[in-house]
């Protein structure tokens, strides 16, 4: 038997075959080639190590304030992404010196988290093109956009009228 899929993501359509023999489990499809109906979703899942940032100091200002920024981000700072990704079902932990962090999400859902003051924000997420967009809606609105090129992971951040960038390379195993 062979059975048709149809993936719905965003406005974009994902269709495929598998063949399926008399009872077996269901499984997603293999992924269809981008120039027969729409883009392949990129597969984040790895650990990423921060490499490089630039205008971090000014987001920071913008998304924190100025009292939480009293210093200088260390040159040195190591931020780690961990990221496990299952189609649009996400589960991430950021680790840096001052602790860890940790959600998972599905992508198009939303859910209440706590920002870095402590307070509550709602947070939902969506596919723009090959981009993850989240969006944090709270006492400030901050964007992060998270794209692969190549080996890196481009994480965009804005707030206000302040975007900074962090590039992350994959570690190798």
Not at 3 to 28: C, H, W
Not at 33 to 42: D, E, M, Q, R, V
Request: with cysteine.
């Amino acid at each position: 038997t062979t059975l048709l899929y149809t993936i719905k993501f965003e406005d974009d359509i994902v269709m495929g075959s598998k063949r399926v023999q008399n009872k077996a489990p269901l499984e997603p499809p293999a992924p269809v080639p981008a120039s027969n109906t729409g883009p392949i979703l990129p597969d984040f899942s790895g650990r990423w190590v921060l490499d490089r940032t630039e205008q971090l100091e000014e987001y920071m200002k913008q998304s924190l304030g100025t009292d939480h920024v009293k210093h200088k981000f260390p040159k040195d700072m190591t931020v780690v992404n961990e990221i496990s990704q299952q189609g649009n079902n996400f589960q991430l932990k950021i680790i840096t010196k001052g602790g860890v962090s940790e959600t998972a999400f599905e992508v198009g859902e939303q859910w209440q988290e706590q920002d870095s003051t402590g307070d509550t924000c709602l947070v939902s997420s969506k596919w723009m093109n090959n981009k993850l967009v989240t969006i944090a809606e709270g006492r400030k609105t901050v964007t992060v956009t998270r794209e692969l090129r190549g080996e890196f992971m481009i994480t965009t951040m804005r707030c206000k009228n302040a975007t900074s960038k962090c590039i992350f390379s994959r570690e190798k195993h």
